[in-house]
């Protein structure tokens, strides 16, 4: 017995559709738990974030105090007023320096978009390259004006 009616015997039809109903319903219970996968993740991490916080020894409810930081609160856009504002740090590190250590410590104190600020040190030969990461640092001439005149 061969097609449809050995099919249809053998309750070939029945078995088939049972076969994509259960594919389909799988499917379709798939795609709700994706797109619904961000609330369990906030819940989630919700409950995580109350349960760290309860074990979490409780300190003093006083902020902690920032230190004051000696940059100003709108940075200057004048190329040598910056360099003015970079010399302690170039002070900290040295004469010759990698410019990846520059970068950690102008990450550290705060200082504002520092690869823009590297690359115009470099446009305008403030920060000097001597290959392979190395640089040294060349202060910017400050005009300045006789007190007489």
Do not use: C
Request: glycine residues 4%.
């Amino acid at each position: 017995m061969y097609g449809f009616h050995a099919i249809s015997t053998h309750n070939g039809w029945a078995m088939a559709i049972a076969g994509t109903l259960i594919v389909f319903s799988g499917l379709v219970v798939l795609s709700a738990v994706i797109s619904q996968l961000h609330k369990i993740l906030l819940f989630l991490e919700t409950k995580y974030d109350r349960f760290r916080n309860n074990n979490k020894i409780q300190e003093s409810d006083e902020p902690d105090e920032q230190p004051e930081s000696a940059l100003p609160t709108i940075f200057p856009s004048a190329l040598d007023e910056i360099a003015r504002l970079y010399q302690p740090l170039i002070e900290e590190i040295g004469e010759t320096f990698y410019l990846s250590d520059l970068y950690k410590i102008a990450k550290e104190n705060k200082f504002p978009h520092p690869h823009i600020t590297f690359t115009a040190f470099r446009d305008a030969k403030i920060l000097i390259p001597h290959g392979e990461g190395v640089f040294s640092w060349k202060s910017p001439i400050v005009d300045t004006v006789n007190e007489n005149e």
